[in-house]
């Protein structure tokens, strides 16, 4: 079943149907999990509120015994599924960079190639993908390939590479002066042109992964920590209360 639907309103406009799973989740989390293509959102929002649900009812018992303590249960429970989002979104941030540090490779190989062969892009893409190992590249040069012998004039499949090996901007705009090139393949210019959009990239890349390595390290830990935090902190809070209360019917 898919996640979200299009119907059409009264004037025949299109609009998108968001599904109850999508409605309940984080704006940004069908995308990282369509993107990572691991499960789908109907599922990972099963499986999370599961978890989640598990604290909550093992806090029904509790009640009985002390009316406040529950909420230690709902704070588990918050915790939980709050976490379950942030290990999504880490996966997501790790795979993106990566797939960012493998399409600057891919970049300044495909330049080589143009420079000193002097050949067709077709015929870089066939090289390129003869030499790489298998996996995502590998399998998104193939598409390329059949799309261009198919499609020898549409700028679209060197999108859906972009699309599908990085997903940046940047790879996007590198593919489309690729494409250039390849409707004007007499134009050395644009090869000039790729290459300094390489090194500009390899410059960016390098910013990008001490950002990354910076953040992973340092903000990892507080984000499983906060969570922590808060349940303790609620913890405390129900005892200070159910002691008030205890202190106003004692004095009574």
Not at 73 to 99: D, H, I, P, T, W
Not at 142 to 152: G, K, T
């Amino acid at each position: 079943m898919k996640s979200k639907k299009k119907k059409r309103n009264s004037d025949g406009r299109s609009t998108t149907v968001f599904s109850f799973w999508e409605k309940i989740a984080e704006s940004d989390l069908k995308d990282m999990i369509d993107y990572l293509n691991e499960t789908n959102i109907k599922t990972f929002q099963k499986k999370r509120l599961f978890k989640a649900g598990i604290f909550l009812l093992l806090g029904i018992p509790v009640f009985a015994l002390k009316p406040f303590l529950p909420l230690v249960f709902l704070g588990l429970a918050a915790a939980v599924y709050y976490l379950e989002y942030m290990k999504v979104k880490s996966k997501y941030n790790v795979a993106r960079f990566q797939k960012e540090l493998v399409f600057i490779k891919f970049s300044k190989e495909i330049y080589i190639y143009l420079l000193e062969n002097k050949t067709t892009i077709y015929k870089a893409f066939e090289k390129m993908e003869e030499r790489v190992e298998e996996g995502f590249l590998k399998g998104a040069l193939r598409d390329l390939l059949i799309d261009l012998h198919e499609r020898p004039d549409d700028v679209q499949p060197f999108i859906d590479f972009a699309q599908s090996t990085s997903g940046s901007d940047r790879s996007k705009l590198f593919m489309i002066t690729l494409y250039e090139y390849h409707q004007n393949s007499n134009d050395e210019t644009i090869i000039y042109h790729l290459g300094k959009m390489t090194s500009e990239q390899s410059f960016m890349v390098v910013d990008d992964i001490i950002e990354f390595k910076h953040g992973k390290f340092l903000n990892y830990p507080m984000k499983l920590t906060l969570p922590v935090i808060g349940v303790v902190l609620v913890f405390f809070i129900s005892l200070l209360v159910e002691s008030i209360m205890s202190m106003q019917f004692g004095g009574g």
